[in-house]
T-cell receptor, first 112, second 110 residues
Framework: DSGVTQTPKHLITATGQRVTLRCSPR?????VYWYQQSLDQGLQFLIQ???????AKGNILERFSAQQFPDLHSELNLSSLELGDSALYFC???????????FGAGTRLSVL | SQQGEEDPQALSIQEGENATMNCSYK?????LQWYRQNSGRGLVHLIL?????REKHSGRLRVTLDTSKKSSSLLITASRAADTASYFC??????????FGKGTLLTVNP
């Protein structure tokens, strides 16, 4: 168990809908990262937050947004969902040193 | 892009044999890491090697790094069926961001 908790484990929704994925980092970790994993694109970095502030942005679509709250949990919001958004979404956290990331078990999103 | 690229894409071996996976990258790095992913699960960190290191060991894992060739290899010795998983290299830059390759799928047959 990595100590990173992601909910829900599975999410099935329809095109055009909006969903929120939640992540609780390891106790004491200030950084949270979001990744999308699909068969064709592999593991893509979406965005990083550090202590509530956005620190780095990757291949995140404008339809997607994230935030990190004062208690350090993070949410990834996906809107106007398309079939191609079906993927595994991972959250990871790291301590202040930031070199090693600890991954949650992921949320499997299916857009029908 | 700093993205690591693993080779081979898939590897099938018998239990007890050694497995070697390679990773190439394009730019300068702070560190290179290897992660493991069991089917559909989260990634688990295996080992980190810094840019000024050439070799590192952890249990049955041995990682080498050649910064002149921009490449790394992961060797798993005396493989077990439980080692069956996907293995990813991740390139760490100066901004704490990790860029992952597409992985090597290792199958260890009992």
């Amino acid at each position: 168990d990595s100590g990173v908790t992601q909910t829900p484990k599975h999410l099935i929704t329809a095109t055009g809908q909006r969903v929120t994925l939640r992540c609780s980092p390891r106790s004491g970790d200030l950084s949270v990262y979001w990744y999308q994993q699909s068969l064709d694109q592999g593991l893509q970095f979406l965005i990083q937050y550090y202590n509530g502030e956005e620190r780095a942005k990757g291949n995140i679509l404008e339809r997607f947004s994230a935030q990190q709250f004062p208690d350090l949990h993070s949410e990834l919001n996906l809107s106007s969902l398309e079939l191609g958004d079906s993927a595994l979404y991972f959250c990871a956290s790291s301590d202040t040193g930031g070199e090693i990331q600890y991954f949650g078990a992921g949320t499997r999103l299916s857009v029908l | 892009s700093q993205q690591g690229e693993e080779d081979p894409q898939a590897l099938s071996i018998q239990e007890g044999e050694n497995a070697t996976m390679n990773c190439s990258y394009k730019t300068s790095i702070n560190n290179l890491q290897w992660y493991r992913q069991n089917s559909g699960r989260g990634l688990v960190h295996l080992i980190l090697i810094r840019s000024n290191e050439r070799e590192k060991h952890s249990g049955r894992l041995r990682v080498t790094l050649d910064t002149s060739k921009k490449s790394s290899s992961l060797l798993i010795t005396a493989s077990r069926a439980a080692d069956t998983a996907s293995y990813f290299c991740a390139v760490g830059g100066s901004n704490y961001k990790l860029t992952f390759g597409k992985g090597t799928l290792l199958t260890v047959n009992p």
